[in-house]
C-alpha cells in the first residue's frame, strides 16, 4: 500500500499533488489545511483520504474532521495529528499515550519542518513530519512524503519536493 502524507498547506493546493497523489492508495492530511476546498480537491483525486484539523483550520474543517486519528492499515498502526512535538521534545497532548501506546507509524505537521525518523525508546516507532506542502511560513520547500506498507510494516519513506 502506498500512503501519501502532507501537512500544512495553509490554504494552497499544489497542482504537482495532483499527479503524485493519484498513485497512493490512501491520502493523509496532518492538518492546518486551511479550507475546505483543499480538503475537497484531495478527495477529488481518488483513494481515500483521512485529515485532522490543524490550529488554523477554522469550525468549518474542525466539524469535517477530528484532532486526532488512530487508525490500522494491514496491521500497522497509526496515530496522526497536527501538534504533536518531535523525539525528545514531545508536546504535553501526546507525550503521555505515547508512551503507553506507541503507534507503528506517528505522525505530525505544524512546525514545517521535513523530519523522518524510528524512535528506539518507543517500540521503534516511525516519526513522521511531512514538512509544509503550502506556501505560508519559513520554510523555503514545499515537501510531503511517500510511505509503502507492505505486511504491516512501514517499509519506505519516500521525500518528494514540490
Not at 483513494?47 to 486519528?69: F, T
Not at 505530525?108 to 524510528?118: F, T
Not at 510494516?153 to 514540490?162: D, F, G, Q, Y
Amino acid at each position: 500500500m502506498t500512503i501519501g502524507i502532507l501537512s500544512d498547506t495553509h490554504h494552497f493546493f499544489h497542482p504537482a499533488l495532483t499527479g503524485y497523489l493519484s498513485e497512493t492508495d490512501l491520502i493523509l492530511h496532518a492538518g492546518d489545511i486551511g479550507n475546505p476546498q483543499v480538503l475537497d480537491q484531495l478527495a477529488s483525486i481518488g483513494p481515500e483520504v483521512r485529515a485532522v484539523w490543524g490550529n488554523i483550520d477554522g469550525q468549518e474543517l474542525r466539524k469535517r474532521i477530528p484532532q486526532h486519528q488512530r487508525f490500522s492499515i494491514e496491521g500497522c498502526t497509526f496515530w496522526m495529528t497536527h501538534i504533536g512535538g518531535h523525539p525528545g521534545r514531545w508536546d504535553p497532548s501526546v507525550r503521555a499515550t505515547l508512551s503507553e501506546v506507541p503507534p507503528h507509524v506517528f505522525i505530525c505537521g505544524h512546525s514545517h519542518i521535513l523530519r523522518i525518523e524510528r524512535v528506539a525508546q518507543l517500540q521503534n516507532m516511525l516519526y513522521i513530519n511531512p514538512g509544509a506542502a503550502g506556501m505560508q511560513g519559513w520554510h523555503k520547500e514545499k515537501t510531503f512524503v511517500r510511505l509503502q506498507v507492505l505486511a504491516g510494516k512501514p517499509t519506505s519513506a519516500e521525500v518528494i519536493h514540490l
